[in-house]
């Protein structure tokens, strides 16, 4: 299936990019596609995440054509 | 109801005269409005700030301020409201963001008015990154409403 991933703000310079296609396969978890997108482990308190533009937890998972953004926290205002 | 991601200056005064001269036209039908405006300070946690870029995610933020007027229109009382928000480049002095409520009573503008502000600093995705003398830097949190 695939997952189209969006960077944002601190987190998307950090990463040097904006958004990816992932191909990923059946079942997996937001918490599990940052460890795919960012090469390190457990998704950080300091990072939310959103699935389909809604806030997200990393035990929620993906389906096929889901759009997920990881992202600091928000100080808009 | 008008909510609004501007890419633009906005006049935050002129903006609620012309929304407020849509709905009432002077006939009265409010007893109260309460608004805030947030502006661009020129200094932040000991430095000068000379600029400011403001960023979003197009799509989830106009969701989450439509989620939160529909929410506090669901608490309080609300006869209208006004929702704006600057992204882009904004120098210090500029308005940031606007909510202002209109109601029958006081009490319902006041506490929608504060709860728009409060939800929207700490759910809507918004970023700020300052430009300061000694370069830039991304705002990490937002200052506590009370």
């Known amino acids: 299936m695939s997952i189209h991933v969006k960077f944002f703000a601190s987190l998307r310079e950090r990463l040097g990019r904006e958004a990816q296609e992932i191909e990923a396969s059946e079942g997996l978890t937001i918490g599990a596609l ?4 960012s090469g390190t482990d457990c998704l950080p308190t300091n990072v939310l995440a959103a699935l389909n533009h809604e806030y997200a937890t990393p035990d929620q998972r993906v389906r096929d054509g889901d759009e997920v953004a990881f992202f600091p926290p928000v100080t808009g205002g | 109801m008008r909510i609004e991601v501007l890419s633009y ?14 709905f009432d036209a002077g006939r009265g039908v ?18 000068s700030v000379h600029a400011m870029r403001l960023e979003h995610y197009p799509g989830m933020t106009d969701k989450y301020l439509n989620t939160i007027a529909e929410e506090a229109g ?13 992204v882009g480049e904004l120098q210090p002095g500029d308005p940031i963001v606007l909510t202002a409520v209109w109601s029958a009573h006081r ?4 506490a929608a008015c504060q709860y728009l502000v409060e939800e929207l600093k700490s759910r809507a995705p918004f970023w700020k990154k300052e430009t300061l003398a000694e370069g830039e830097r991304w705002v990490e949190h937002n200052t506590p409403g009370t």
């Not at chain 2, 200056?9 to 849509?22: I, K, L, S, V, Y």
């Not at chain 2, 109260?32 to 946690?45: I, M, W």
């Open chain 1, 34 to 37: 940052w460890c795919v997108v």
């Open chain 2, 74 to 86: 669901k608490r309080w009382s609300i006869l209208h409201l006004l929702i704006l928000h600057r």
């Open chain 2, 30 to 47: 409010f007893g109260a409005c309460a608004s805030f405006v947030g502006t661009l300070r020129d200094s932040n946690e000991g430095n």
């Open chain 2, 107 to 110: 009490a319902s503008a006041f």
């Open chain 2, 9 to 22: 200056p906005f006049d935050p005064w002129e903006e609620m005269r012309r929304h407020q001269a849509m």
